[in-house]
């Protein structure tokens, strides 16, 4: 669990044993049953600690300090809102998606991993009437797109972090850039941030 460990530490986040055993447990569960169900391919199997786990930790980078509530946008099987909840267990995660079998699956990981501070709702983005401190979405929109649906879900003052598989250092309008230096994973990573009004 090195990238985690290392992908943690730049994020700030401090892991005790409990919280290693989970995101263990979560990568052999996407290894598994998240594969068979087609959440991710499989070249990703070998990469599930660095591509999917250590690379959500990230998202958290930017966070401020104390945030009580964090709405994870189209999350797929749970990637980054799994791993975060778990990271940060004094926080009120909500993941949204509009595929019901995802949403399925997320509400299977989170009882089997007993994340009581995590909750999946089934529901277009638009349509949710969600507010949060915090926003994060990994590749479930363009980020131009993204940009108006999430200024509607965060509180005044919050942060928006948005992901990608980019092989160049993003430029979109209305979006800060924040690169995650290389020796942090195996390459560099970069976040979009967007604060609200």
């Not at 992908?7 to 005790?16: D, F, I, V």
């Not at 994870?72 to 595929?99: C, E, Q, Y």
């Not at 690169?179 to 967007?194: G, K, T």
């Amino acid at each position: 669990m090195k990238h985690v460990i290392s992908a943690a530490r730049h994020a700030g986040l401090e892991l005790a044993e409990r919280e290693l055993i989970l995101l263990a447990r979560y990568g052999e569960w996407l290894a598994t049953e998240g594969y068979r169900a087609g959440g991710i391919g499989p070249g990703e199997i070998s990469r599930i600690e660095l591509r999917h786990l250590a690379d959500s930790l990230l998202f958290a980078t930017p966070f401020d300090p104390g945030i009580d509530h964090v709405i994870d946008l189209g999350t797929g099987i749970g990637l980054p809102g799994v791993p975060l909840a778990i990271a940060m267990p004094d926080t009120k995660f909500t993941l949204t998606d509009r595929s019901e079998r995802r949403i399925d699956l997320v509400r299977r990981v989170i009882r089997i991993l007993e994340l009581e501070n995590c909750q999946a709702v089934l529901g277009e983005i638009e349509e949710l009437g969600l507010q949060a401190d915090t926003v994060v979405a990994r590749a479930s929109l363009p980020p131009d797109r993204l940009r108006g649906v999430i200024s509607r879900l965060l509180r005044p003052g919050g942060l928006a972090v948005v992901g990608g598989s980019w092989q160049e250092r993003p430029c979109h309008h209305g979006w800060e850039t924040m690169e995650i230096p290389p020796d942090v994973l195996d390459r560099p990573i970069w976040l979009l941030m967007m604060r609200s009004a």
